[in-house]
């Protein structure tokens, strides 16, 4: 079973504050992901990674930063926190197959930032 | 780009009953892929199904998706839906576009309820 684990699980970050959200894959999945999830929105990507020392923008990559320091680790960090960023965060990993690959995702963190 | 439209953010349902959640999509890519995701309340989303190929039924815990690249979609359905359905559903777009490029686009979600 695919496993991603997320830390922490709940946060709250004061405004201008920096926060760094952190994901573990133990799949050993070339990708990973983060998504944010807003009521009607869905999920929307912010930032993913091809492989350790990669990063790429999403679709709503403005205010957040990414890290892949390794193959397991993939890091979000927001470094001034804004209220505009409270919200629940998913991150991902997936094979780099064509057609069926699926993401497998992590619990979610829940970041409140007042 | 490439979209994702749920229509629906809330279709309710009483126990029993078929429903249908609609998903159509707008793509310039002919390689494409399509999953459909259930989120339960304070889980991680995980995949119900997925598809290729056009016009092939697909099944899994007894919902069934069908890709119509005619008609750019890929609703989900369930014959007689149950209690334990209640969930969201994500309809979700991947071009093959080459490279190692695998992103998923999702649709905004749709939030099935269902009644006794």
């Known amino acids: 079973e695919a496993a991603v684990t997320q830390s922490p699980r709940n946060k709250v970050a004061v405004t201008g504050g920096k926060v760094t959200l952190s994901c573990n894959q133990t799949?050993?999945?070339?990708?990973m992901y983060w998504y944010r999830q807003d009521t009607g929105h869905g999920l929307r990507l912010i930032h993913y990674?091809?492989?350790?020392?990669?990063?790429e923008k999403g679709d709503i990559p403005d205010g957040y930063k990414a890290s892949r320091p390794s193959q397991e680790n993939f890091s979000l960090i927001l470094e001034l926190a804004t209220p505009s960023q409270t919200s629940v965060y998913f991150c991902?990993?997936?094979?780099?197959?064509?057609?069926?690959?699926?993401?497998?995702f992590g619990p979610g963190t829940r970041l409140t930032v007042l | 780009g490439d979209s994702v439209t749920q229509t629906e953010g809330l279709v309710t349902v009483t126990e029993g009953l078929p429903v249908m959640l609609n998903c159509t999509y707008q793509?310039?890519?002919?390689?494409?892929?399509f999953f459909w995701y259930v989120q339960y309340l304070n889980e991680a989303p995980k995949l119900l199904l997925r598809?290729?190929?056009?016009?092939k039924r697909t099944e899994h815990q007894g919902f069934h998706a069908t890709l119509h690249k005619s008609s750019s979609s890929f609703h989900l359905q369930k014959s007689s839906v149950q209690l334990s359905d209640s969930a969201l559903y994500y309809c979700?777009?991947?071009?093959?576009?080459?490279?190692?490029?695998?992103?998923?686009?999702f649709g905004k979600g749709t939030k099935l309820s269902v009644k006794s």
């Open positions: 793509t310039a890519y002919s390689d494409v892929a």
């Open positions: 799949n050993n999945h070339n990708n």
């Open positions: 598809s290729s190929t056009d016009n």
């Open positions: 990674s091809y492989g350790a020392g990669s990063t």
């Open positions: 991902a990993s997936g094979a780099p197959l064509r057609g069926y690959a699926e993401q497998f």
């Open positions: 979700a777009l991947r071009v093959n576009s080459g490279g190692s490029n695998a992103k998923l686009t």
